[in-house]
């Protein structure tokens, strides 16, 4: 498994904006397709986004697409979404996850694929 750790969340107004990270160690991260996904109070964990291991495919839900950017940096084992235009909506709490996948360009949605879960960063965008 990989142990990750997200950081950058943080308290923003409505229009801002906030780039959130996500350091990975433990096992080869290149293998891995890594995924963004949210939680807001009472409600389920969702998909916000994904990255193929290379980096070449991503996926978005429509929710944030054209307002959030995943990267990643295999060098340095790091994932990143840059969430701009931000909304109160987005208000949640912002976890990383990494899924095993055999194909390079395999960008996994479904939360139930990804292993291995950080421990989350809380975002909250004001009014």
């Known amino acids: 498994q990989v142990q990750l750790v997200e950081s950058g969340g943080g308290l923003v107004q409505a229009g801002g904006s906030l780039r959130l990270s996500c350091r990975a160690s433990?096992?080869?991260?290149?293998?891995?397709?890594m995924g963004w996904f949210r939680q807001a109070p009472g409600k389920e964990r969702e998909f916000v986004a994904a990255?193929?291991?290379?980096?070449?495919?991503?996926y978005y839900a429509d929710s944030v697409k054209g307002r959030f950017t995943i990267s990643r940096d295999n060098a340095n084992t790091a994932v990143y979404l840059q969430m701009n235009s931000l909304k109160p909506e987005d208000t949640a709490v912002y976890y990383c996850a990494s899924a095993t996948v055999v194909r390079p360009s395999t960008v996994p949605t479904n939360k139930y694929v990804y292993g291995s879960w950080g421990q989350g960063t809380q975002v909250t965008v004001s009014s």
């Open positions: 990255v193929s291991r290379s980096g070449g495919n991503t």
């Open positions: 433990g096992r080869t991260f290149s293998n891995y397709a």
